[in-house]
């Protein structure tokens, strides 16, 4: 047993010396490096150095795996011989991992890198790096109280095990491409992670200091374009996987004429109507968005410069909703419908169709729900009410031309996803209209022919998302009605309209002209 | 009656079920009525037993988000003249008089012009009006006032330039019959929300009925279920719907039970279900005897609306048909189609020449089509619903001279290189105007939409995507747009 | 005891797992590895065209690459590679595009990738040297002996046979025998398009025996009425019409060839002659007045007569109507595609359609208002009227010469004798204004008028590139030796025995009439994008004793099919028959559909007593509500007819392009400007609004009523019963009749309450019978029932 034991403490010494001339060492190339080269060696020399990181970072990856699986495996009788030698595999892995996170740094002064993507990935990395000298050091140095360093070094390892990963990840996208992983992801386990399936549109955080060709343009030829135009493929010997192979063009020369897309052969291709022959993407594949189109436009407009911010460029105003979406401050379709909610129960939907309710959803893509009472007879309050268990899908409800009455509207206030309420001709009055107060969502509300007063006014104003009033044939006053719009400016009060009669009839005989 | 309430249930469950899982978005295709069978999870008998009594017109969600819900198409038979009314030449007015240019005239065919027609300056004067500045002709009073609430399509194509076969493609996309109408596409598309009217209601004014007859109102080879159904403004609304005379509605009500109490016994005993879903056509029949009459009453209305409208009740005009529709719409029906007839202005003889029929048209349509627009606005209605005007092709520049010589009245020969029609309503934009004509107004010159373009645009603000809509005969799956057709996106709001 | 050391325990761990591994590839492997050859027609073919034709194929080659032919699939693509290398799936370009991984480049494009089973079906036919076997269709039918059944007692005659030993193979027993009177009723309306008159149902009730049965269907077939069923079919197919079509559609007289095919049904001519007579009559060596008239059958085609139009683009509209409703009707083709472009999935190229287009195009008939040419004959009336007038002309001559004449002449001299003149001439004027019936007919154009037919670019006529010869498509029988180049000999060329088509398709179509379904669903496309059939062995069977045993008789064959004890089953569906087979296909039972607009029209006539027997003559114009015909350039009028016209066939009724009978186009009845194969059943409110108030209807309730009234007898039960028989050949059971009982009390409270509605109901001034009115409305209950105007 004793044997056993020396040669642990022996070992320890002489992995100090070790440790110790590898600094030194160290400290002799950043002398040679920040004294001896000049600028462009150095970039150079840092590029050459930086781009070993792809290679070193699998060394720590492995070798703490590797610690962490032993670690686990010791802890069974029959492997506990595997304790011993955890402490020499964490320490390569340390090792590794701080010459990796070196190459790394060199790696980043290159430039081209998503920022946050980038951030995310250093950070995790040094992480990892600390978490593993913590974890070493309490392997080695055992501190009085044996169950806490035990816990601290058992944590320490899990931290860095899970920093590790992140890492990993966030480098593999920085390399790969964001979906690189999860693009052949089985679609049920997408739905299991939440991942959405659709496209992803990534955010930029500072649109302004965005550069428009690295960060707008080029990700649309990454997306589109660079799986026929890359090094191994060259269709129409035309490269778009760097900016300098963009600018040499293909086999017909060059496909971009600066400050004049009519001119750019490439932009002539991706706006050719579908059944050109010429239009890119080629056959029946999906051709770029307009948003995309605008993209590559503006910047040819500007000259096509390889490094010209967004915030330098001058910006015609239809970029503007372009550049929004981009930055994340606007999406497709405002309101409710955009956000995501359950199927209704089909059931339950059979149950109020048999009554004559017609339910259809608003679309085949929504689960949103649209209710109309055209064909029913007569409409009691327990209809209304029935709407209640599909409260969080039913977005429109039309009860136009029907008896529908106050005490009808007592259970409307439940349906707390309605956007679109038609109540023209029903035989509601103010009371019925204090209901409606709890409907948040309500953007459209029709009321013509019914016997509101000012009085409903109120309630009106202070609903949030109302956009759009119809009070034609009520009793609602002009001035009420001003004092509304007044109120909230956003609203549009439709109060009826008529067509003036003309002066004169053309009547056929005189309207023979000099001509 | 506990097996008709179960069957209905199980009919409701079927469709509700179809449409409410997720993994049914296959074509609509496959609602083939012959048998409603179709559809993604076809098993088991219940659906067999209900699939069979679902009715035709049941509403179905469309494929993505629609921004209108219902159609007033009014169609101008016989082709009224851009030149005259939207589409102002102030180069024309020039020329007058003058012989055509041959350029315009080498590789050309026409209906009637022959030899070298001379040019014929507009018969109208025209104006800016609204906030957009549109301009319109003095013949259009009414219509000037309304100008800010829709899109004109000033280089709208066709390739035809006879009456019958240009009405055809307007209306059913190919210019020979035997095609499915506009109407049927999109009752077969999205069925209709009022189960006591029929989906596709035609309402027709004017001396006659369109050139082309019952098929540009026709079902093709769809089922004959989506058939336009002609209300009419004498008779009965719908052909045979009033009992005959002594036969009171009591006494319809004991037949109809008597019938389908016989109907659910022979049910029981040989177990075909086509005889379930006649039993609910019956109850439709019953129903449709009161809700067919009591809408297209337009005395009900106020004195305003009438007014408002120019109507006079009990007489069958464009005006009436125009309320007509709108109480269509309001009560849930899908897509109502107008014709008016009497806009072929060849200047041949008085009743249609420009500077007399021509201006009788003008004024029948001018103040109804007005009146339309703007009480479908008080009513929140026009944003989800789509009107468009216009007739199947335009006119020529020329003055026509038949066989030679020029024609006893003023008049413009057919003329299908460009034309002018609105769109309103439905989500599409507001006082604007799309497409241009050269300075003759001859050939469009930019934004041109041809028919099939407007035709998907229209199916597109519908939310149905216009090569998705099919149906599956002699083996090919056939659509409205045929094998063209593009959204027209400017016009879009 | 023996402990394992870790190590061993793990290696024997590993080394079992791999070795499980190893067994269950190998298993996989050659499970699917079946050495079965792939069936390129059942497995193959409809993967092409459901996922590959749409580009590669006849409209669209995209990289020059089209799997319509063999040849073309295996020629040079545009990107080099060879696409297809028969024996070497690996090789095929096309093999590595379905299974690459990237979207941008894995086949098909833009959509979801094959399923393994799909690829591997694929792959593994590539491997067996990719041969492409020729669509069935296009294959002249094999003889095919009986197959073995079990039950050898239930199959009456061949067709049991293949339809027995199919549903023993499902496991599924045919149903019980249909009662004496659905049946009788059943064959009655599948042959003559009529019931049968409750004495005939009694007399077959009274003995049902096969013998009796046999007797009764060939009274059926000997019956004139047997013609104007099957016309109604066959009107549908040649798009019959009495106006010519487009804007104006005025009145084209053209009612003789109905009368020619009505005769040539029930005279039995054989489908080989109906066929050559109809399409090259003309052309025959010295044809008959019935022969030429025959040729009408594609004069039916639309002529527009709107001013301003072109007649060349519209006669060249109708040849092209012509070609392809030859195709459609003949060989269940759909060659109305191959105008524009090669045809998508059937193996027709696009030149095939101009050089069939050459042998129509030779034709007199030019899109002319007056249609020349056209065949005109003298009725037998106006023969006779023609022989009183010439004979009284010539009597009035010998009076001129007459001696009596010549003294009176002299004495008075002028005016006698310019009295008899203009008498003559008077006579001469009547006799010119009896016009002639003209039909239009097809007459080819003289040796040097011939035109020359050209290679339309795209189907569009404006655009005609080379010169095409007559000649029918490679892929089918070639054009007979001796046959002439013209359409006689496409004629004959249809009728040849080895043309694969022409005798399935036509058997179809009587199968479809008696069934409701054909045995290959899409009787209009037979080609591979239409159904398989449910049954192939039955229909080449059938196709080939149609040729040869029945030689080409329609009606031989039809006795053949309602012979059959599969036609003799009940309908009733029990549940286990609608689920297994919801369409009946496999015939467990006997067909249930709705009857065809004019069998409901002649029925509901027969049963109230009304119906005319009247064969033949111009079309009549049954009552129609006013203002149906409002057509902007005509001022033809729809003039109710009187007398027995009133209640003609429903065969009978004027169709108008524009503006048909309003009743048959809500039991789907057509407009005709098409040719319609099949004419899809629907079942909806405006029938039942039909056949409650439509006044046809209500009148012949009144009538069927009347007819209760006389043969009931004095008490309602029996009055009842009478009534139910006429209509459903079947005695009412109690609760059907005591729902009729309780409805006409009811009705008569009604009537007792306000006689005044029974007298406005029954159009009587005087008072009226409230027993006969309430018994009317009884009747039309019993017109209103679902099985009266289902056909089961």
Known sequence: MKSHQTINKQKKYSWFSFLSAGLVLLLLATGYFWIVLNETGRADLLLFFGRFHILLVHLPIALLLLAAIMEIFSRFRSFDYLGQSVTFVLTLAAISSVISVLAGFMLSTGGGYNESLLNSHKWWGIGFTVFTFIALGFKIFTISNLKLSEFIYSTALFIAVVSLFAASHFGGSLTHGQNYLTAYMPGTIKNLLFINTDEEIYVIDNIEEAAIFADLVFPIFNDRCISCHNPDRIEGELRLDTFDQLIRGGESGPVIVSSSPAESDLFRRIIAPRNDDGRMPPGNRRPLTEHQVAIIQWWITEGAHPDLLVGHANRPPEMEPVLARLAGLETEQTGILSNHVEPANATIIAGLINEGIVITPVSQQHNYLRAGFVNVVNPDPGHIQSLHQISSQLAWLDLSHTPVTDDHLLHISGLHSLTRLNLNYTLITDVGIRQIEKLENLEHLSLAGTAITDAALETLSELPNLRQVYIWQTNVTDDGADWLIRKNPLLKADRGYTLTEPDTIILPAEAGYSY | MSIRYEANLKTVEFVTRKHFLKKCVTGLGAMALGSLIGGCDSSGAIQTLAGMSASPFTPKPPHFLAKAKSVIFLHMAGAPSQLELFDYKPELHKLHGQDCPPSLLDGKRFAFIEGVPKMLGPQATFKKHGESGAIVSNLLPHFSQIVDDVTFLKAVQTEEFNHAPGQLLMQTGHSRPGFPSFGSWVTYGLGSENQNLPGFVVLLSGANQPDAGRSVFGSGFLPSVYQGVQCRSEGDPVLYLSNPEGVSRNMRRMAIDAINNINEQQFREIGDPEIMSRISQYEMAYRMQISAPEIMDIKKEPESIHQMYGTTPGEASFANNCLLARRLVERGVRFVQLFHWGWDAHGVDKSEALNYGFLERCREVDKPMSALVLDLKQRGLLDETIIVWGGEFGRTPMLENRGGTDNPFVGRDHHNEAFTMWVAGGGFKQGFSYGETDEIGYHAVSGKVHIHDLQATLLHQLGMDHEKLTYHFQGRDFRLTDVHGHIVKDILA | ?792
């Open chain 3, 1 to 792: 005891m023996v402990r394992f050391s870790p190590l061993t325990g793990t290696a024997g761990l590993l080394f079992f797992i791999l070795s499980a591994f190893l067994a269950f590839s190998v298993w996989y492997g050659c499970e699917t590895q079946n050495p079965e050859t792939v069936d390129f027609n059942t497995e193959v073919r409809p993967i092409l065209n459901a996922q590959c034709l749409a580009c590669h194929g006849g409209v669209r080659q995209a990289g020059g690459f089209s799997l319509l032919f063999p040849e073309e699939a295996l020629e040079q693509t545009e990107s080099g590679k060879s696409a297809l290398v028969p024996g070497h799936p690996d090789a095929s370009e096309m093999m590595t595009r379905i299974l690459h991984h990237d979207p941008e480049m894995r086949m098909p494009l833009e959509s979801d990738p094959l399923s393994d089973k799909e690829a591997e079906i694929i792959r593994r036919w590539i491997e067996q040297g990719a041969q492409w076997d020729v669509h069935w269709a296009y294959i002249a039918p094999q003889p095919v002996d009986l197959p073995a059944v079990r039950d050898k007692n239930w199959p009456k005659n061949g067709i049991d046979a293949f339809i027995l030993n199919r549903l023993e193979n499902e496991k599924l027993t045919p149903s019980k025998k249909a009662d004496c009177g659905t049946l009788i009723r059943r064959v009655g309306l599948d042959l003559i398009g009529l019931p049968p008159s409750p004495d005939d149902v009694r007399s077959f009730c009274a003995d049902p025996s096969d013998e009796a049965y046999e007797y009764h269907v060939n009274k059926l077939l000997e019956s004139p009425h047997f013609g104007e069923r099957w016309a109604a079919m066959w009107l549908d197919l040649a798009r019959y019409a009495d106006s010519k079509g487009y804007e104006k559609d005025p009145h084209r007289s053209i009612w003789r060839y109905r009368d020619w095919v009505i005769h040539a049904f029930n005279r039995d001519l054989p489908f080989d002659r109906f066929t050559i007579e109809q399409l090259a009559g003309d052309l025959l060596d010295e044809p008959d007045d019935e022969q030429l008239i025959a040729t009408a059958f594609h004069r039916n085609t639309m002529t527009n007569t709107e001013g301003g139009t072109d007649d060349e683009e519209f006669r060249i509209a109708a040849v092209v109507d012509r070609v392809n409703t030859t195709w459609e009707v003949w060989q269940g083709t759909t060659m109305a595609c191959v105008q524009c472009h090669s045809h998508p999935y059937d193996p027709f190229r696009h030149e095939d359609y101009f050089r069939f287009f050459a042998f129509l195009n030779n034709t007199e008939d030019a899109d002319r208002d007056d249609e020349a040419p056209l065949f005109s004959e003298y009725t037998n009336e106006q023969l006779k009227q023609l022989e009183t007038l010439s004979a009284r002309i010539d009597s009035l001559h010998q009076i001129k010469e007459t001696s009596v004449f010549q003294t009176i002449s002299h004495s008075t001299h002028e005016d006698v004798s310019v009295a008899v003149d203009s008498l003559i001439t008077r006579t001469e004027q009547q006799k010119r204004d009896i016009r002639p019936v003209t039909t239009p007919i097809i007459r080819e154009l003289a040796e040097s008028e011939q035109r020359t037919t050209r290679f339309f670019e795209g189907g569009n006529w404006l655009a005609q590139t080379f010169e095409v010869q007559p000649g029918v498509p490679a892929s089918l029988n070639p054009f007979p030796a001796d046959a002439p180049n013209n359409r006689l000999g496409v004629a004959q060329w249809l009728m040849n025995p080895n043309n694969p088509l022409t005798s399935r398709v036509i058997v179809n179509r009587f199968w479809d009439q008696v069934f409701g379904r054909g045995i290959v669903e899409t009787i209009e496309d037979f080609g591979t994008q239409g159904s398989p059939p449910s049954h192939p062995e039955l229909l080449d069977w059938l196709a080939l004793r149609f040729m040869n045993e029945h030689e080409w008789s329609v009606k031989s064959l039809l006795k053949e099919i309602v012979m059959s004890a599969t036609y003799r089953q009940s309908s009733s569906v029990t549940h286990n028959h609608l689920y297994r087979d919801p369409d009946n296909i496999l015939l467990a039972r006997a067909p249930r559909f709705r009857l065809s607009a004019e069998q409901v029209r002649d029925k509901t006539l027969f049963v109230s007593g009304l119906l005319s027997p009247k064969l033949f003559g111009p079309s009549v114009m049954p009552p129609q509500p006013e203002g149906i015909w409002r057509n902007p350039y005509s001022n033809m009028a729809w003039i109710t007819s009187e007398g027995e016209d009133r209640y003609r066939r429903g065969i009978y009724t004027y169709l108008r392009r524009t503006a048909p009978y309003p009743s048959m186009l809500t039991f789907d009845g057509t407009s005709r400007e098409v040719c319609v194969s099949r004419r899809v059943r629907t079942n909806t409110p405006l029938q039942a609004l039909v056949l409650l108030n439509d006044p046809v209807y209500v009148e012949a309730a009144i009538a069927l009523a009347g007819r209760m009234y006389e043969q009931g007898g004095k008490e309602l039960d029996v009055q009842l019963k009478e009534g139910f028989f006429m209509a459903l050949a079947r005695d009412p059971n109690h609760d059907e009749l005591t729902e009729l009982r309780n409805f006409y009390s009811h009705i008569l409270d009604e009537f007792n309450r306000s006689p005044g509605d029974a007298a406005v109901f029954m159009e009587t001034e005087e008072t009226p019978d409230l027993h006969l009115a309430s018994l009317a409305l009884t009747a039309s209950v019993i017109l209103n029932l679902d099985s009266f105007v289902m056909k089961e």
